[in-house]
């Protein structure tokens, strides 16, 4: 069985399909392309372990087998989180040729999110790592098991040693490969979100496809590239724009490290002649900074791609004289909608705007606050459809209602303007979201799990500038007059109720009364002024 989701209409899948962009192939062609010239050329390599695109596809392929002996089958959904390793690219291929749907989990996320992934998708089994707090014994492994009866099998793999998932891919299993239709949902995509729950993006065969071989292209990787991937590997960006599946289209090698930090980096770059990276602009100023007093030799470096949040236009300057090489500005969406500045786009285009859109068939609409379009050139909400945008998050049709027109236009909260060019700059955000640094926090979400303390009677969680992240969160609380709460309490009861680190307020500001609108919401433009001069 298939697993559902909002199909394009047909007369569009038709254009996608007459223009070559839809292959009508499933991912797995990915790895199945390179296994002729290419099957000895590496395929990924951690800094202490390398394997090959041979290697890479029979360990798929084996673990493919043993999950299939284990049950799982064409249809069924897992849940993937895993630490940037080898092993995280052999789980994501080997439960996509089975036509398994995981959603990988960020390796910083904690029981929360798990969790609701669990409660959205019915998972029948997890892929996950000891090198996770929350892995490192029995107790939330039988938690789950216990709340969740559609888990059959968690596979816990070990850092060092050996591990079920190790045996599951090193040792023969024969595997009866399913019939793939590349209409059918591949995976989930994680929202950066602006609701109360975790959203879930079905991205299908075709339409993900399309969108790494054509930002392939559009970045030119061949078989010398070597991609340092140094933001987590499931994130959007590193993994298809162009990312490490557009490196392995491409036939070249794809570097892992722990994080994105240059004393991590910078050895990789040099010992491995790096020629190309993806960062967020929070990563980048580190790279700036430790770049001058640095005698790593970083001249391999062709190309930085940065993207997740603004670049300002005087770090974006750096890059070049300080680095050595080229700046590509990225913004892109788990949900679609991917936009590059081209290596040959005049430098102040560069330097200034976010870039514009992969795909000549991608649509763009700005519009005001009633859905009208803005007079060229003005600022307004980003709308797009597209070949490779979806059509609607994974069983939510009450805020797919909101999130959509009627045209099918994604509304993805971003104020933007365009030139003539084409070339997007985003100026701005229009949902209920923290970007920290590239990291997005849904403020209802936490606001939620904050409602849920005994004391607090209201919150309201709103970015504030910060030098080094670009946004930081703070939030106001309106507590029981009678109870003294603290910033040391409400960071210690949510991290007892187990959410990402990065969720957790930078700052929390006790008020008595939260601002509000004419309408009686609260003024969240009023709490932000507060941390204007
Ligand atoms: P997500 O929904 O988590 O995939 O995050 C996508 C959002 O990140 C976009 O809608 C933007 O708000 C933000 N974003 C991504 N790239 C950029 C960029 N280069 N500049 C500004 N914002 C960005
Ligand atoms: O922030 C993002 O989600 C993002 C940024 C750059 C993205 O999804 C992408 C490129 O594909």
Redesign the pocket.
């Known amino acids: 069985m298939s697993i559902e989701y909002t199909p394009w209409p047909a007369e569009l899948a038709t254009q996608y399909r007459a223009k070559g962009y839809w292959q009508d192939k499933p991912l797995t062609t990915i790895l199945s392309d390179q296994l002729g010239n290419n099957s000895q050329g590496i395929a990924v390599a951690d800094g202490q372990r390398q394997i090959t695109y041979a290697e890479l596809n029979s360990y798929s392929d084996n673990l493919a087998g043993y999950l299939q002996v284990q049950g799982l089958q064409s249809g069924d959904t897992a849940i993937v989180q895993l630490p940037n390793s080898i092993e995280f690219y052999i789980t994501y291929f080997a439960l996509i040729k089975l036509g398994v749907a995981p959603v990988c989990a960020l390796f910083n996320h904690q029981r929360t999110e798990l969790q609701s992934y669990c409660e959205i998708l019915q998972p029948k089994a997890m892929i996950v790592s000891s090198a996770h707090a929350l892995f490192n014994d029995e107790q939330f492994t039988n938690e789950l098991f216990n709340r969740f009866s559609c888990l059959s099998k968690i596979i816990t793999d070990h850092s060092k040693g050996n591990s079920e998932l190790k045996q599951g891919y090193l040792h023969k299993h024969a595997f009866c490969s399913a019939d793939l239709n590349p209409e059918d949902v591949a995976f989930f ?5 602006s609701t109360g729950t975790p959203k879930l993006i079905p991205r299908t065969h075709n339409d993900y496809l399309y969108s790494v071989v054509a930002s392939k292209e559009i970045c030119e990787l061949n078989g010398d590239t070597r991609y340092l991937c140094a933001l987590p590997a499931p994130h ?1 960006f590193p993994l298809s724009s162009p990312g490490a599946l557009g490196v392995f289209i491409a036939g070249g090698t794809v570097i892992l490290a722990n994080d994105p930090s240059p004393t991590v980096c910078f050895p990789l770059i040099e010992r491995f002649a790096i020629t190309h990276t993806a960062l967020v602009p929070p990563a980048l100023q580190l790279w700036l900074q430790h770049a001058s007093a640095s005698d790593t030799d970083l001249t391999s470096l062709q190309v930085i791609q ?6 300002s236009r005087s770090v974006a300057e750096q890059v070049t004289p300080v680095l050595g090489c080229q700046l590509q ?7 679609g909608l991917v936009n590059y500045t081209r290596y040959d786009d005049d430098q102040e285009l560069i330097l200034t705007t ?1 870039g514009r859109p992969i795909s000549d068939l991608d649509e763009i609409k700005i519009v005001d606050e009633n859905g009208q379009p803005v007079p060229q050139g003005e600022s307004g909400r980003l709308m797009t459809r597209g070949p490779y945008t979806f059509r609607g998050y994974y069983k939510s049709p009450t805020h797919n209602a909101s999130a959509f027109d009627e045209e099918g236009f994604y509304s ?3 104020i933007v303007k365009q030139l003539p060019s084409g070339h997007l700059i ?1 100026e701005g ?1 229009d ?1 209920d ?1 923290i ?1 920290r640094g ?1 990291e ?1 926090i849904a403020a209802e979400e936490v606001e939620n799990h904050l409602l849920g303390h005994d004391h607090i009677q209201q919150v309201a969680i709103v970015s504030m500038p910060d030098e080094a992240l670009g946004e930081k969160s703070c939030a106001f609380v309106v507590a029981d007059q009678d109870v003294k709460l603290t910033t040391l309490i409400l960071r210690k009861y949510l991290r007892q109720l187990g959410i990402a680190d990065y969720k957790v307020p930078d700052k929390f500001k006790f008020v008595d009364q939260l601002p509000l609108t004419a309408v009686g919401k609260v003024n969240k433009k009023a709490l932000r002024a507060t941390f204007e001069q």
């Open positions: 995509q994680l929202s950066g979100g959007n940065v993207g997740g949040a603004k670049l500005q990225v913004f892109g969406m788990a949900e976010q993805s909260g971003d985003v955000r949902k979201q970007n590239g997005k």
